[in-house]
């Protein structure tokens, strides 16, 4: 069975919209993290946003948020007023335990096309 | 210069020939990893290592061996390349502390003829 699964293998949005980007995640730790990374064209991976189990909050980074809804093992991604340079590949990952060196889970990716 | 860099960037290679794919960091990391991107299956884990005396496997580590040379070196080698190997390779690192994100180097695109 998956751990993280990404539903949506393409997304496309105008500039200046709100997206959300799914991700569903299968453990039964109790203790795990969830992130999301952005790959652009050039291949890079570039961190976006960590989500711990336990955080009470739901995490935001600048543009990004994270909907964070543990009953139903969804750690969506928001990005707010979409940009041209958001169009990329998205991945989320999860690490269980939540601890720091335990190495990543990725989903499958959900590339995202945002037109002027 | 990059804090995660890998060597080399682009290969190509034959079936049946030894590869050596290497990552040296800068970030003081003890922890490597070195993960496979094939199109449409996002990034699988192939090992990883803790500090130097440390080496795991990871879910897809068949076909593929590590050797961390010193804490900020771990090098991944294909003993005898198969076209099915064909991929990006990442190596990552991350520390203990903090919520313990990768950090990425730039990738090794491989192709294996």
């Known amino acids: 069975a998956q751990k993280i699964t990404q539903t949506q293998p393409g997304m496309f949005v105008q500039e200046k919209e709100a997206v959300t980007l799914d991700c569903t995640y299968d453990t039964s730790d109790p203790s795990y993290g969830l992130f999301w990374y952005k790959q652009p064209s050039s291949g890079e991976m570039i961190f976006l946003i960590y989500q711990g189990s336990y955080d009470q909050q739901n995490a935001t980074e600048g543009r990004y948020s994270l909907n964070f809804q543990k009953a139903r093992k969804s750690a969506n991604l928001v990005i707010s007023a979409s940009q041209l340079g958001d169009s990329a590949m998205y991945f989320c990952?999860?690490?269980?335990?939540?601890?720091?060196?335990?190495?990543?889970?990725f989903g499958k990716g959900t590339t995202l096309s945002v037109s002027s | 210069d990059a804090d995660v860099t890998q060597t080399p960037r682009n290969r190509i290679t034959k079936t049946g020939k030894r590869i050596m794919l290497e990552c040296s960091q800068t970030k003081g990391h003890d922890r490597m990893y070195w993960y496979r991107q094939d199109p449409g299956l996002g990034l699988q884990l192939i090992y990883y290592s803790f500090d130097v005396k440390d080496i795991n496997k990871g879910e897809i580590s068949d076909g593929y061996s590590v050797s961390r040379q010193a804490q900020a070196k771990f090098s991944l080698s294909l003993e005898s390349a198969i076209p099915n190997q064909t991929a990006l390779y990442f190596c990552?690192?991350?520390?203990?502390?903090?919520?313990?994100?990768?950090?990425f180097g730039e990738g090794s695109r491989l192709t294996v003829l």
């Open positions: 990952a999860m690490r269980e335990p939540n601890q720091a060196g335990t190495a990543l889970i």
């Open positions: 990552a690192t991350s520390d203990g502390t903090g919520p313990g994100e990768l950090f």
